[in-house]
């Protein structure tokens, strides 16, 4: 007996989880991709945007922002684009940016955490069914049931429960794994936002004290 032939003694249901596997499978390579574009070198990138705002040069931090194309680069970007309006608008355009690239980050992960759910309850429906026939046929026969007349039932219990959890185990190792990744980057996102406003604020107090200094 082959592995096409074990899958049809599943019955129905087994269809029904092979569908879940498939959209896991689809979300996890998606996820897999877009985390591992996210991924930067935090500390080299700090020391490039904290060269340039301390020069002033806003554009050229911007453009460097673009050739990145990260979620702490776009946050850092659009946070820039509002610097001559002050620390607190570049704050609040970074704060907004942060909340929208979280959000494509986590994009999925629900969808990967109802696999995780929904395919072991699957399995566990088919045993239940399976389990059903089983008894159906105990009662078809009057008690004079043999293996081999129980065995239909008997497969679609077993298998549709096994594969319902070779399908709900990874898909949660894999959620759990791209949970942990996203809150890593959250954090790497709000040390670069904390910092970037940082070094705004200091160079805005530093033009006022040389204005004060002025007109003194």
């Known amino acids: 007996m082959n592995l096409f032939e074990i899958f049809l003694k599943g019955g129905f249901i087994m269809w029904l989880i092979l569908a879940t596997s498939i959209v896991g499978l689809a979300v996890v390579i998606d996820r897999f991709l877009v985390l591992r574009k996210a991924r930067i070198n935090v500390p080299a990138f700090m020391v490039r945007i904290r060269g340039f705002i301390k020069k002033k040069d806003i554009s050229g931090a911007i453009s460097y922002c673009m050739e990145e194309k990260s979620p702490v680069a776009n946050i850092v970007r659009k946070g820039l684009k509002k610097y001559k309006y002050g620390h607190d608008r570049v704050k609040e355009a970074i704060e907004n940016a942060g909340s929208q690239e979280i959000s494509k ?12 759910g929904i ?19 105990i009662q078809d026969l009057a008690g004079a049931a043999n293996p081999s007349d129980l065995a239909g039932g008997i497969w679609e219990a077993l298998i549709t429960t096994a594969f319902g959890l070779i399908v709900g185990i990874p898909a ?19 040390t670069v936002a904390n910092d970037v406003v940082d070094v705004i604020q200091e160079g805005e107090a530093e033009e006022a004290e040389i204005d004060d200094e002025i007109e003194l």
């Open 172 to 190: 949660l190792a894999f959620y759990n794994y791209f949970l942990s990744a996203v809150k890593r980057l959250v954090g790497e996102m709000e």
């Open 105 to 116: 980050l986590e994009k999925g992960l629900t969808i990967l955490a109802t696999v995780a």
């Open 119 to 137: 395919a072991p309850l699957l399995g566990f429906l088919g045993t239940v069914t399976g389990m059903i026939q089983a008894f159906m046929t």
